[in-house]
C-alpha cells in the first residue's frame, strides 16, 4: 500500500540522516570528491557537481512531510495529524509537535539539524574551492544562507566548521546574532554575481531574486531573532526595498491561485521566485484517504494530515460547507458535488486551469467526497466518506474526522514536479507587514493586502490589524513553511488553540539535539530544554 511504503522509505532516510552529519562532516560520493593533501584542504574536485548535488540535497530536505516542514507546520495552529486508530501513532511524534511538548530527542529536530548543518559544509567546501567562479561561489553563498536561515530560525544558533578542521575538532558555534550576521553577509555578497533570472524555468536556481527574498525575510525576522522589543523602521524598510528588487526582475501577483502549484512552469508563472524540480507528492497522499484517486492514479492516500475547525474558518464563505456556490474565497477552494466534472463546471475550472474527472476537489475538503464516477465515496468499512469538520482529539480518530488539505493536485500526477519553496505573495505581504510596521513606502499596506484579496475572490477590508496581517498570511500561505515562524512574529505561538495548553515561551525555538551536544561541547542546550 502506498503509504506503509513511503512511510518506510521516509523512516529509513531519517535514520541515515541521524547517524551521517552531526560533526558535520561531508562523505565522499562517486561522482564529487574534496581533494586534500598532507597541507590541508584543496578544493572539491567538480565544482558544478558539487553545486547540482546541493541542489538535490536541499531537495531531499524540503520534499517530506516530515523533518523542516513537520517543524514549521505540524507545530501550529494551521496543520495537526491526529492519530487514527494506530495509525499515524509513530511513536508520539505528531501529537507532540502540535502539543508543544516535544524535546532534544525528537528525530525531526535531529534530522533537520543535520541536514542543514551538513548543507553548510558542503556548501563551504565549494566557496572555499579555489578554481571556483564567481558566479559558482555566489550561488553557493545563497544556498548556504538559505540553509543557515533555516537553522537560525529553528535553533538560534549554528555551529561552524572550518574546511581544514579535521573530525578531532569540535566546531566553533555562532550565537543568533553571529550567524545572522554571517548569512546577510553571504547574501549582500553575492548579488552582484547572480544571474537576474525572471519566472519561468530557471526558478529552480539561485538568482537575484532568490538572494533579495531571503534578504527580505532575514529583515522581516531580525528584531525576532537579534532579541529586541519590536522591528526597527529602517529594517522594515530594508524589506521593502528588497521586495522591491525582486518585482524589478519581473516577479508579481499571478491570478488562478492553483495553477500556481501545477507541475508545468512557464514564464508566465510570474509567482514562483523558487522550487525544486520534484518532490510535491508528499503535499498530496499525506492529507488523501485510503479511497480517494485520479484517472491513472491508484486510490492509496495515507490518510494523516488535516486541519483544525478554527483555521478553515478564517476563510471567507459558508463555514459548514465547502461546495461551488458556498461563497467561499478563491483559496479555500471546494470540494465537488455528486455529478459534476469535480466542481469544475460551477467554479469555471476549465477558465483557471483546474482539471475536470478528478472529483478530489482543491483547496479544503470537508463533508462527503466522491468518486471517479461521481458516486459517494466510502471508508474502509463501509461508512459515507464524509469529512469532519470537528476532531474529538488528537487520538481516538476514525478515517473520517478532520478536514483535508491540498495545494497539489493528484491530477498531476502522483508525483508531480515543482514543489514551490518561495514565491512572490508571501513577498508582496512582507510588503504590507513592513509599511505597517514603520518601513518608509509611498503604499499602503491596506491597498497591498486588497490587492491580493481581490485577486483571490476575497472581500477587501477596511483597515489592517496585526492578527488581519497573520490571518491573510495564512490564507495565502498554509502549507508553505511559513506558519510557525509567523506566529512566532506576531506573538501568537506560543497562545493556547484547540488540543494544545502549552504556552512555555521557550518553545519558539527547538532544542539542540541530545546527539549533537554530546559530539560537539561547544554546543549549549536551548533555555527550558
Known amino acids: 500500500m502506498k503509504r506503509s511504503i513511503s512511510k518506510i522509505t521516509l523512516a529509513t532516510l531519517g535514520l541515515l540522516s541521524i547517524v551521517s552529519c552531526t560533526d558535520l562532516e561531508l562523505e565522499d560520493t562517486d561522482s564529487v570528491t574534496r581533494e586534500s593533501t598532507d597541507g590541508g584542504f584543496d578544493g572539491v574536485s567538480n565544482v558544478e557537481g558539487s553545486i547540482n548535488n546541493a541542489y538535490n540535497t536541499i531537495q531531499g530536505h524540503l520534499q517530506t512531510q516530515e523533518n523542516l516542514y513537520a517543524l514549521q507546520e505540524a507545530t501550529s495552529d494551521g496543520l495537526l495529524i491526529p492519530t487514527r486508530g494506530t495509525d499515524w501513532g509513530d511513536n508520539g511524534v505528531w501529537r507532540t509537535l502540535h502539543e508543544h511538548t516535544w524535546d532534544a530527542t525528537h528525530p525531526f529536530v535531529l534530522n533537520t539539524w543535520n541536514n542543514f548543518n551538513s548543507s553548510v559544509f558542503s556548501l563551504t567546501e565549494i566557496i572555499e574551492t579555489s578554481s571556483a567562479s564567481a558566479a559558482q561561489v555566489a550561488e553557493a553563498k545563497v544556498l548556504r544562507a538559505f540553509s543557515m536561515y533555516w537553522i537560525i530560525d529553528l535553533y538560534g544558533q549554528v555551529p561552524f566548521r572550518g574546511v581544514d578542521e579535521g573530525p578531532e575538532v569540535s566546531p566553533m558555534v555562532m550565537s543568533r546574532a553571529e550567524a545572522f550576521e554571517f548569512a546577510m553577509n553571504d547574501l549582500q555578497d553575492a ?56 518585482a524589478t526582475d519581473g516577479f508579481a501577483l499571478q491570478s488562478g491561485f492553483f495553477e500556481i502549484f501545477e507541475p508545468s512552469v512557464d514564464v508566465s508563472d510570474t509567482e514562483i521566485i523558487f522550487r525544486t524540480n520534484y518532490g510535491a507528492d508528499a503535499r498530496i497522499w499525506s492529507t488523501l484517504h485510503y479511497n480517494q484517486g485520479t484517472p491513472g492514479n491508484t486510490p492509496g492516500g495515507w490518510n494523516g494530515f488535516s486541519t483544525l475547525a478554527e483555521f478553515y474558518d478564517l476563510f471567507e464563505g459558508d463555514p459548514q460547507v465547502n461546495i461551488p456556490g458556498s461563497g467561499q474565497e478563491e483559496r479555500r477552494g471546494f470540494v465537488p458535488t455528486s455529478g459534476s466534472q469535480a466542481g469544475a463546471d460551477d ?86 507587514e513592513a509599511i505597517h510596521r514603520g518601513g518608509t513606502s509611498g503604499e499602503s499596506a491596506l491597498a497591498l493586502v486588497n490587492e491580493l484579496r481581490e485577486l483571490r475572490d476575497a472581500t477587501p477590508l477596511g483597515s489592517i490589524t496585526d492578527q488581519d496581517l497573520l490571518d491573510e498570511r495564512g490564507r495565502e500561505l498554509y502549507m508553505e513553511f511559513t506558519r510557525r515562524q509567523d506566529q512566532i512574529r506576531f506573538g501568537t505561538y506560543t497562545d493556547t488553540w484547540t488540543f494544545k495548553d502549552n504556552t512555555e515561551a521557550f518553545r519558539v525555538l527547538f532544542p539542540i539535539p541530545s546527539t549533537a551536544l554530546t559530539s560537539n561541547p561547544n554546543l549549549e542546550q536551548n533555555e527550558g530544554y
Not at 554575481?193 to 531574486?209: H, I, Q, V
Open 347 to 432: 467554479l469555471d475550472a476549465d477558465e483557471d486551469g483546474l482539471e475536470d474527472g478528478s472529483y478530489i476537489g482543491y483547496g479544503f475538503l470537508i463533508n462527503q467526497q466522491y468518486g471517479l464516477d461521481g458516486s459517494e465515496l466510502t471508508d474502509r468499512t463501509g461508512n459515507p466518506l464524509i469529512f469532519t469538520k470537528q476532531l474529538p482529539g488528537l487520538v481516538g480518530n476514525n478515517e473520517r474526522t478532520g478536514i483535508r488539505i491540498l495545494k497539489y493536485h493528484p491530477s498531476d500526477g502522483a508525483f508531480p514536479g515543482n514543489l514551490v519553496v518561495f514565491r512572490y505573495a508571501d513577498a508582496h505581504l512582507m510588503k504590507a
Open 191 to 246: 548579488l552582484p554575481n547572480l544571474p537576474s533570472s525572471g519566472p519561468g524555468a530557471e526558478t529552480n536556481r539561485a538568482s537575484k531574486a532568490l538572494a533579495n527574498f531571503l534578504l527580505a525575510k532575514m529583515y522581516l525576522n531580525k528584531h525576532v531573532y537579534l532579541g529586541t522589543d519590536s522591528a526597527a523602521p529602517e529594517d522594515m524598510t530594508q524589506v521593502i526595498n528588497h521586495v522591491d528588487a525582486i
